[in-house]
């Protein structure tokens, strides 16, 4: 899919780089890839995703790198979602080693990378990720891309692979997350104690 680089940067509010590949790597046990690339008047489009067997955990990663390195050829940068730390400790493992095998390609072929989560991609295109409710995040991302971004996208597993490539082209992107500010807790003063003078007898 191609679209006017000008247009494109209207829908994102942002300057577009031109002659600039990136990739977006949405990790999962289905994966979602998405690929950009721009010249001097036009943005080039492609999204695949990718299901992998589970045998096993060494099994699961190793098929990983090895198809994650099919795809990380000679972009000049690349986009890795965070893991997002849920209740689940074994899940957030899991999906931390996913990850790290897109980024040991990308360092493999030298090429740049950052990281960053879904909910820090979406804000900086003010993606309402609420908009449909909890648990349904990848549908509001998939409305803003089919009615913000023009981009006729199906596939939800491809949706914040997206997000992410479009951030790598996008000039001005600021990808240091900012720590929350700490909530000041109330302090209980201790009540004054009622000093009672006794009478002399």
């Known amino acids: 899919m191609k679209i006017l680089i000008t247009d494109l940067e209207k829908r994102l509010g942002y300057k577009i780089k031109r002659n600039y590949k990136t990739i977006g790597f949405d990790t999962a046990k289905i994966a979602g890839v998405a690929f950009i690339k721009t010249d001097d008047t036009y943005v080039y489009l492609d999204w695949c995703y990718l299901e992998f067997e589970k045998k096993s955990e060494e099994d699961l990663l190793t098929q990983m790198y090895k198809e994650f390195g099919k795809m990380v050829t000679d ?39 950052r990281l960053i989560s879904a909910v820090s991609a979406r804000s900086k295109f003010k993606i ?74």
Do not use: H
Request: aromatic share 8%; proline share 4%; hydrophobic share 40%.
């Open 75 to 113: 972009e000049d940068f690349a986009i890795v979602e965070q893991v997002f730390l849920g209740f689940s400790r074994a899940g957030s493992l899991i999906l931390a080693k996913m990850g790290t095998m897109a980024v040991a390609q990308c360092i493999e072929k030298e090429i740049p990378f």
């Open 128 to 201: 309402d990720a609420r908009k449909y409710g909890k648990g349904k995040s990848k549908l509001a991302v998939k409305d803003w891309i089919q009615n913000t971004a023009k981009i006729n996208i199906e596939e939800d597993n491809c949706v914040d692979a997206l997000v992410l490539a479009f951030l790598g082209i996008c000039e001005g992107i600021n990808f240091t997350v900012k720590p929350k500010p700490k909530k000041k807790r109330a302090v209980k003063k201790a009540p004054k104690k009622k000093i009672v003078k006794r009478k002399k007898k």
